[in-house]
Every structure is written in structure tokens, then in C-alpha cells.
């Protein structure tokens, strides 16, 4: 008996059969004497259909509408939820994020949540009944809807279960678990009984998009168990452990591989070889509020440098505008910009204490006749910038020459 918040993604409330599943599902466990929150997305593609909308609207959303427009697509989730479990004779209430009060700040569209009022939740499932919220949205202080980015629901789930103190959260999609990579792009990606909180967020923040990065941190932070299962199928999981000792278990040297498409490539060529340069190129692409990701500055035979890196690709047009008129500025040769790069990366707690996983990277690339473009390293991942046709081969020749196929 326990209290458990479980989030269910959005192919796994797809279409009203799966809905009526997940009801089946929450009932079960009802019967099993737990208290239940749960936390819906969108039914899949909807979030992609109404972002499809306002695109004809305006070319860029103005990102208020487009919160308002967004959140509509859980809305329409908890309501049908709570009517297929009253229809089995279990109380429910759905909740959106602003009937809660899931507190946010007012950046739209990559809102963070600030606070979280658990009064009205607390009240429902004191009466027995189960508490359904929408994913992915909240309200700021002034009263307007704000969404929390891409796979925001994740980020709702445990933010409640933090709130309320809840013994796990359970976030439910349509793989059984962690991989070691993306099950769709290797077939021998195999399930991680456990993967600790450290790895989760690296590869989080390097591309898989199994769990939003957000939700993981938050997880971190509160100590929320927090465990990845599917809808589909019973099965144990993916348990994300705050223990590294994993003394009973062999600790393999890289974990898994992650991988990110939305990576796009500039470079700024023949600028002067003399301090506060870098400086000059890259804080007016900060101050367009465009993130910047991994960097590299070489030096060109006649002295001047090439400086190069690597952008969200939504922002390549946006940056390369941005970087023309720093050429101009500084006199440099030319501006580059390349849309057809990715980023690979292999991620490991275990590769603190142990050497040559470079080499064996670079090899193993090598071995494909896969240039690296950029590389870029911190003590428990190294990630390469390549050619985006390689992105598959890469990540499946990486998977095996880290021994990390499945048998
Ligand atoms: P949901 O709609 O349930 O939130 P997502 O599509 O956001 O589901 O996340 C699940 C998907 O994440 C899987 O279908 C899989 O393709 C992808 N994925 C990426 N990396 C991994 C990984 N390392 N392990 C498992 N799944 C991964
Ligand atoms: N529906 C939102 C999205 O598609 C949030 C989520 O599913 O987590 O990004
Ligand atoms: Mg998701």
C-alpha cells in the first residue's frame, strides 16, 4: 500500500481503446490497495497536429496562443480517462495544470515549475478516488496557461510525485524500459534493469528522448524513485538509482549510447588570431538567445583561426544570420552553415576509472570509414559531430565494439 503517481506518455493513451487499457491498468493497482495520481499526454500525434495549426497562423506562434492551443491536447486525455473509470465504477476527477495550481514561470512554452498546491489532490484521494492531471502544462502568477517544452508530461509526473511525497513514479511508454540505445535504431539494444541518475540525466541532455531531461533532474533532486515500464506489457523496468555501487554487477565501462538529430554545424572562418575573438563570435549568438553546444577553435596555416559549433537546427537560419554580421565585424573569410549533422555519444559512470574508451571510439568509427567532425568530452561521455547518414551505423558499430550487444 502506497501512494504512486504514473504517467502515461502518448501512444499508450493513443487511441480509446488504449485509454480504456490504462483505466483497466490504474484499477488494477486501486484493487491492489494504492493510492493512484495519474499523468497523462496528449493522445499521440496531437501535440505535432495543433503545433501543424498554428504554423498557418503565424510563421513564428506567438508563444502565449501557443500554450493556450498546446495544453488543449491533455485536456481532451484526462476527461476521457476519468470517464472510462467511472464506467468501471472507480471515482476519478481530472485535473489541468492550472486547477491544481502547478505553479510556473511565465517563459511560454519552456515554462519551469516553480510550485505545486497538493491540497485538492489530497482531498480526492482521501475520498478514494484517483486523481488524473494533464501533463505538460501550468499557470504562471498572472493566471496564464504555460507549457513545460517537448515531453514536458514526464517532467509533471515527477514533480507531483515529489509534491506528494509518493513511494515511486512510475513513468509508462511504449518500450519496456532504458536501453543501452534506442531500441529503434539497434536491434541488440538491450533493457537496463537499472541506470543511476548521473547516466540518465547525460544521456537525457545527449539526445534520448526517453525521459525529458527536466524530469530527470527533478527526480535527482527530490530523491523520487523513479522507474520506466510499459503500457503494453508487465514487466519490471528500468529502476534510475541514485547508488553507483554496483558491486554485485560487473561495471561495464560505458553504459549507452545516445544520439541527437537536431544538432546543425557553423563555422566562422580566417578571424584574427588574438584574445577576446571567441568572445566576440559567441556572445552575440547568446545574446540572440540561441544555446550553443560543442565548440572547437583551430588554427589556420596563415595564423587566423577557424572557429566552429554546433546549434539546435531549428536555430541554424536564425545564427548564421547572426554570425554574417559578426564576419563583417572582425573581417573573417567566410560563414558556414551545415543542417546535416548529428551528435553521438557514449555515456558511462565507468569511464572514470578507466582509459583508452577515446581510442576505442575513434576506432570503432574509424572502422566505418566515419569522419568525426567535432569532438567534445566530460568524465562520463565523449561525444562525436559526424555526418548524419552514419548516424545508424555509428551507433550500431559503437553499441557492439562497447560489448554492449545484446546476445
Ligand atoms: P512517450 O510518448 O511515452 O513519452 P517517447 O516517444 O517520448 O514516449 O519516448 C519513448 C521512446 O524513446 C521510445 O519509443 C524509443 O524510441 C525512444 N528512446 C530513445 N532512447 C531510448 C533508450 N535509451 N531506451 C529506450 N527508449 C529510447
Ligand atoms: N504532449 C506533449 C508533447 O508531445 C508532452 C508529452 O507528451 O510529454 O511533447
Ligand atoms: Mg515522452
Same mark, same amino acid.
Do not use: W
Given at each position: ?18 485509454? *480504456?487499457?490504462?483505466?483497466?491498468? &490504474?484499477i ?5 490497495? #494504492? ?6 499526454s ?13 504554423? #498557418? ?6 508563444a ?10 491533455e *485536456? ?13 465504477? @472507480? ?7 492550472? @486547477? ?7 517563459? #511560454? ?6 510550485s505545486? +498546491? ?15 492531471? /494533464?501533463?505538460f @502544462?501550468?499557470?504562471?502568477? /498572472? ?10 508530461? +514526464?517532467?509533471?509526473?515527477v ?15 511504449? &518500450? ?42 527533478? /527526480? ?7 522507474? &520506466? ?8 523496468g ?14 561495464p ?19 584574427? +588570431? ?6 566576440? &563570435?559567441?556572445a552575440p ?5 540561441i544555446?550553443?553546444?560543442? !565548440?572547437?577553435?583551430?588554427? /589556420? ?10 546549434? #539546435? ?41 578507466h582509459?583508452g ?9 574509424a ?7 567535432? !569532438? ?5 561521455? !565523449?561525444?562525436?559531430? !559526424? ?21
Amino acid at each position: 500500500m502506497g501512494l504512486i503517481v504514473q504517467k502515461y506518455g502518448g501512444t499508450s493513451v493513443g487511441t480509446v481503446e488504449r485509454i *480504456q487499457a490504462v483505466a483497466d491498468k &490504474v484499477i488494477g493497482f486501486r484493487k491492489a490497495g #494504492h493510492d493512484i495520481v495519474v499523468v497523462v499526454s496528449a493522445m499521440s500525434g496531437e501535440t505535432n497536429r495543433l503545433l501543424g495549426l498554428a504554423n #498557418h497562423m503565424q510563421e513564428v506562434p506567438d508563444a502565449r496562443e501557443l500554450d493556450v492551443l498546446v495544453s488543449t491536447g491533455e *485536456q481532451v486525455t484526462i476527461a476521457l480517462l476519468c470517464m472510462a473509470l467511472k464506467k468501471r465504477g @472507480q471515482d476519478a476527477r481530472s485535473y489541468t495544470g492550472a @486547477q491544481v495550481r502547478i505553479l510556473t514561470d511565465n517563459a #511560454h512554452t519552456k515554462a519551469r515549475i516553480k510550485s505545486i +498546491d497538493d491540497a485538492n489532490m489530497r482531498a480526492d484521494l482521501n475520498l478514494g478516488r484517483v486523481v488524473v492531471v /494533464a501533463g505538460f @502544462q501550468g499557470v504562471d502568477e /498572472a493566471g496564464n496557461i504555460t507549457t513545460l517544452g517537448r515531453g514536458g508530461s +514526464d517532467t509533471t509526473g515527477v514533480a507531483l510525485a515529489a509534491a506528494l511525497k509518493a513511494d515511486e513514479c512510475q513513468i509508462y511508454t511504449d &518500450v519496456d524500459g532504458v536501453y543501452t540505445t534506442d531500441p529503434r535504431v539497434a536491434d541488440k539494444a538491450r533493457r537496463l534493469d537499472r541506470i543511476t541518475f548521473e547516466e540518465m540525466l547525460e544521456m537525457a541532455s545527449l539526445g534520448s528522448k526517453i525521459l525529458q531531461i527536466r524530469s530527470v533532474e527533478f /527526480a535527482g533532486k527530490y530523491q523520487v524513485p523513479l522507474r &520506466v515500464l510499459s503500457s503494453f506489457e508487465d514487466g519490471p523496468g528500468t529502476l534510475i538509482t541514485i547508488d553507483e555501487d554496483l558491486s554485485d554487477m560487473e561495471q561495464p565501462v560505458v553504459s549507452g549510447i545516445a544520439f541527437n538529430r537536431d544538432e546543425a554545424k557553423l563555422s566562422i572562418r580566417g578571424v584574427p +588570431d588574438s584574445p577576446g575573438v571567441a568572445s566576440k &563570435v559567441l556572445a552575440p549568438i547568446g545574446e540572440a538567445n540561441i544555446e550553443v553546444d560543442v !565548440i572547437v577553435q583551430n588554427m /589556420a596555416a596563415d595564423s587566423t583561426n577557424d572557429i566552429t559549433f554546433t546549434v #539546435h537546427r531549428n536555430d541554424l537560419a536564425k545564427a548564421q544570420a547572426v554570425l554574417e554580421q559578426v564576419a563583417k565585424e572582425l573581417n573573417a573569410r567566410e560563414v558556414v552553415g551545415d543542417a546535416t549533422v548529428v551528435k553521438v555519444s557514449v555515456v558511462g559512470v565507468g569511464m572514470r576509472s578507466h582509459a583508452g574508451v577515446a581510442s576505442t571510439m575513434f576506432n570503432a568509427l574509424a572502422a566505418e570509414n566515419i569522419n568525426i567532425q567535432l !569532438i567534445t568530452t566530460s568524465e562520463i561521455k !565523449i561525444s562525436v559531430v !559526424i555526418e548524419e547518414k552514419y548516424l545508424e551505423l555509428a551507433v550500431r558499430s559503437l553499441h557492439s565494439a562497447f560489448g554492449l550487444d545484446a546476445e
